[in-house]
């Protein structure tokens, strides 16, 4: 409580004087109140994230591609599957899951290094269980629905199969996630083939692990 009210003192401190909370403020409050486990107070926190343009990008691609021509022609996601994608393992599928993969590597990586992985998300409102995105990962949405299901759910990933359920329904862009590592100071966010790296440390370790894996970090 402290600790957070003196968040709030330096978020009142820097808005007076440069109209916004500096990002590493912001980051550090974050990592804090996922370590006091705090998910009401980390909600307000991680809403604020969105008002800066600083966030570097993980994603599939080195540059950003502007010819929205020639990104049609390669896209690949989650919502240009079809059910016989999954049934028969079409090409569209196989591309799909190579760059899902290549984010499962990657936060498994992170996962690994990290004592303290924090998670907060947002589950849909409904979830339409008739639709594609519920059946093909059935499985995976009743791993990560609290029983009690709340606007925000709150977790420290233990179980390897927790973290891959997320990045599965993240990269299919259907869950709003925020991955939280205190130690590394490091907040991500994203749903969909990208994810948001909020940070104001050196990134070269990570850039590295990111190219190993077929990601780039822009």
């Not at 100071?185 to 749903?191: A, D, E, R, T």
């Not at 790296?197 to 990111?210: D, F, G, M, R, T």
Request: charged share 30%; glycine share 2%.
């Amino acid at each position: 409580m402290v600790y957070y009210d003196r968040c709030i003192a330096v978020l009142k401190k820097e808005l007076k004087e440069s109209k916004g909370m500096s990002l590493k403020n912001i980051i550090d409050c974050i990592c804090k109140e996922a370590t006091n486990k705090d998910s009401k107070k980390l909600e307000e926190l991680l809403e604020q994230l969105y008002d800066y343009e600083s966030a570097k990008i993980l994603d599939i691609y080195p540059y950003q591609i502007k010819s929205n021509e020639k990104y049609s022609q390669v896209e690949v996601f989650f919502d240009k599957l079809e059910m016989v994608d999954f049934q028969q393992k079409t090409q569209d599928y196989h591309s799909y899951q190579k760059s899902l993969e290549k984010f499962e590597r990657f936060f498994e990586l992170m996962w690994l290094k990290s004592s303290e992985f924090y998670a907060f998300y947002y589950l849909p409102d409904p979830l339409y269980k008739d639709q594609l995105y519920y059946k093909v990962y059935k499985n995976e949405w009743g791993k990560i629905t609290p029983k009690d299901l709340t606007e925000g759910t709150f977790v420290n990933i233990d179980e390897y199969t927790m973290l891959i359920s997320l990045i599965k329904l993240a990269v299919s862009d259907h869950l709003h996630l925020h991955f939280i590592l205190p130690e590394e100071n490091i907040v991500f966010s994203g749903n969909g083939l990208a994810f948001l790296i909020y940070s104001q440390h050196n990134l070269e370790l990570l850039e590295k692990v990111a190219n190993t894996e077929g990601l780039y970090i822009r």
